[in-house]
C-alpha cells in the first residue's frame, strides 16, 4: 500500500477542485422528478422544490412559497403549475411576482439545478458531462445517499483507487492501480488507470481495466476502458445540501450507474431493466455505505473533530 501516498491523492483532488462547475448541481434521478406531484430538495443550503410541467419539462425553483413561506415540497401539481397547500397559491412553471424558476437541465439520467451564488463562478448553460454510452445501448440506475461530510470528502474518496481491495473485498480483487497521475499532472495525464476483477460470485469475477477522472470538482467518473462492459460509466457526484441539526455539513452522493456491452445477449439485459435497476441500486449502496464511512472519518479528521 505504499503506492497509496497522501500527497499525489490531495495533489489529484486539488485539481478537480479547481475545476469550473458553472455553478451546476447534480440533484437526484431524472425519474424521482415526475408531472404529478412536487420533489422536495435540499443544495447548498436552499429549499428548492421541483417538477416536470404538462410538456414534461423539468422546473426547479424556491421550496419555500413567497405568500406566507409554506413548503412547497407538500404542494400539489396542477395542470403543470404548483399549487401551495396552505392557501391555494398557484405557481406557473414560468414563474410569477415573487417567485422564478432556477437554471435546470434534465440529461436523460440525473437533474441538476444551477445556484449562481454558491460557488460564485461564471455560469455556464449546461452542466459539464463526461461522455456516457448512448441512451440505446445501455442499463441505467441511480442512487442516493447522505454523509456527514463535504464534497472534496467523496471525491478525495473516489480517487483513491488503492482502498477498494482492501475496504470492499465482497466487490474487488486483484486490483492494481497500473497508471497514476503524477504531483504536477496536466489535463491530458490527470487520470487513475486501474487493473481490477469485480467479484460477482463466490469464485467468480470480471477482469476489466479502468480510469478514474474528474470532469468538474464534485463529479468522479469511471470509464470501463477494456473488458466486459467496455465504454460502461459510473459517475459519481458529490452534491452539498447545507448543515444538518447539529451544524455539522451534509453531502449528498449521487451515483449514476450506466452499463453497457458489445454482447448480443445484452439486449435481454436491457429488456430485463426494471428487474436489474434495483440490483444495480443495492450493490451500489452496498459500496457507498463503507465508502461514507471513509468520507466521513477523513472529514472528521481534516476538521479536528476528532
Known amino acids: 500500500m505504499g503506492q497509496a501516498d497522501p500527497a499525489l491523492i490531495a495533489a489529484a483532488v ?16 431524472g425519474s424521482d422528478v415526475r408531472a404529478d406531484r412536487p420533489f422536495g ?12 410541467d404538462q410538456a414534461g419539462a423539468l422546473v426547479v425553483g424556491p421550496g419555500v412559497c413567497p405568500h406566507l413561506g409554506a413548503p412547497l415540497a407538500r404542494g400539489r ?6 399549487v401551495c397547500r396552505w392557501h391555494g397559491l398557484r405557481l406557473p412553471a414560468e414563474g410569477t411576482m415573487g417567485w422564478r424558476p432556477l437554471p435546470c437541465h434534465d440529461d436523460g439520467v440525473l437533474v441538476w439545478v444551477r445556484l449562481d451564488g454558491a460557488d460564485g463562478e461564471p455560469p455556464l448553460p449546461r452542466p459539464v458531462l463526461a461522455d456516457r454510452p448512448p441512451p440505446a445501448g445501455r442499463v441505467c440506475a441511480v442512487t442516493r445517499l447522505v454523509g456527514v461530510c463535504e464534497p472534496v470528502d467523496v471525491v478525495a474518496n473516489r480517487l483513491d483507487p488503492w482502498h477498494g481491495a482492501w475496504f470492499h473485498p465482497y466487490a474487488f480483487t486483484r486490483l492494481r492501480v497500473v497508471e497514476a497521475p503524477g504531483l504536477n499532472a496536466g489535463e491530458a495525464d490527470d487520470r487513475f488507470v486501474v487493473e481490477v476483477t469485480f467479484r460477482v460470485g463466490p469464485r467468480l469475477g470480471v477482469p476489466v481495466l479502468a480510469e478514474f477522472t474528474c470532469p468538474d470538482p464534485r463529479t468522479v467518473v469511471m470509464r470501463i476502458l477494456a473488458g466486459e462492459g467496455t465504454g460502461s460509466v459510473v459517475e459519481t457526484h458529490a452534491t452539498p445540501l447545507g448543515p444538518g441539526r447539529d451544524g455539522r455539513p451534509r453531502t449528498a452522493v449521487v451515483e449514476a450507474t450506466l452499463a453497457t456491452s458489445a454482447r448480443p445477449g445484452f439486449a435481454v439485459a436491457r429488456l430485463a431493466a426494471p428487474l436489474l435497476r434495483p440490483v444495480m441500486r443495492r450493490a451500489a449502496a452496498r459500496l457507498w455505505r463503507d465508502d461514507l464511512a471513509y468520507a466521513e472519518r477523513r472529514y472528521a479528521v481534516r476538521t479536528g473533530a476528532v
Open 77 to 82: 401539481v396542477v395542470c403543470g403549475g404548483l
Open 41 to 52: 430538495i435540499r443544495v447548498a443550503g436552499r429549499e428548492l422544490v421541483a417538477w416536470r
Open 14 to 29: 486539488k485539481r478537480a477542485q479547481a475545476r469550473a462547475s458553472g455553478n451546476w448541481f447534480a440533484v437526484a434521478a
